[in-house]
């Protein structure tokens, strides 16, 4: 079975453009998380999709944004970017996303630069 | 809200001996997940072992074992002869079973091998 894949694996762009990640979750896997890992801050919970809807989001600002197919693929969207958005940015999969702990599968991730 | 914690921020180990990484998490909740996750330098995050709070037995894959004290809250992994495919940073993440999924890590630990 193919595993979660993440594209593009590498984008730069510069202050103020937007940028539009892509996740394939898993096959039969119907939740999609998102994390952006930084040196300074470690790992943070963004959002989490499951069935086309936002069932929880991290502390981000508005800026951050996601949506969810009805295949189950997602995309994340980041309005005006700005230096700080420099990060690796992790996409998970889980089977089910009942809340139960599923254990969530992980992209090889997006390294994002913004200059 | 749930926090877990990595207190070595730096391991190493002989090759064949064994390490054991120490976590310790905090929560309200009774029923919930505890994952060990390995990032290699190719950045992929890999599930290593998953631990039910609900089941007093610890984990074990392979060479990978946990000690889950649940009163203690603590969630350590040991790693048995050690292999130099076991480099990496390990993390401790803490799933709740209510609501979105959603991975609460810790700092990490980076898991040096020498030969």
């Known amino acids: 079975k193919a595993g979660v894949t993440q594209t593009p694996r590498y984008l730069i762009k510069t202050r103020g453009q937007q940028v539009t990640l892509s996740c394939s979750p898993i096959s039969g896997h119907r939740s999609v998380s998102w994390y952006q890992q930084t040196p300074g801050q470690g790992l943070q919970f963004l959002f989490e999709?499951?069935?086309?809807?936002?069932?929880n989001k991290g502390n981000f600002p508005g800026r951050f944004s996601g949506r969810q197919f009805s295949n189950s693929r997602s995309e994340m969207n980041v309005s005006t970017l700005e230096l700080g958005d420099s990060a690796l940015y992790l996409c998970?999969?889980?089977?089910?996303?009942?809340?139960?702990?599923?254990?969530?599968?992980f992209g090889p991730g997006t390294r994002l630069t913004v200059l | 809200a749930q926090t877990v914690t990595q207190s070595q921020p730096e391991m190493s180990v002989q090759e064949a001996e064994t390490v054991t990484l120490s976590c310790t998490y905090d929560t309200s909740e009774s029923d919930y997940y505890l994952f060990w996750y390995k990032q290699p330098p190719s950045r992929q995050m890999i599930l290593v072992i998953r631990?039910?709070?609900?089941?007093?037995q610890n984990a074990t894959e392979n060479r990978f074992s946990v000690n889950f004290q649940k009163a203690a809250k603590s969630f350590s992994l040991k790693i048995s002869d050690s292999q130099l495919g076991d480099a990496a940073m390990y993390f401790c993440a803490y799933s709740s079973l209510q609501g979105a999924q959603k991975l609460v890590f810790g700092q990490g630990t980076r898991l040096t091998i020498n030969p």
């Open positions: 631990q039910e709070a609900y089941k007093q």
């Open positions: 999709y499951f069935s086309e809807t936002q069932r």
């Open positions: 998970a999969s889980s089977r089910e996303g009942t809340g139960s702990g599923y254990t969530q599968y």
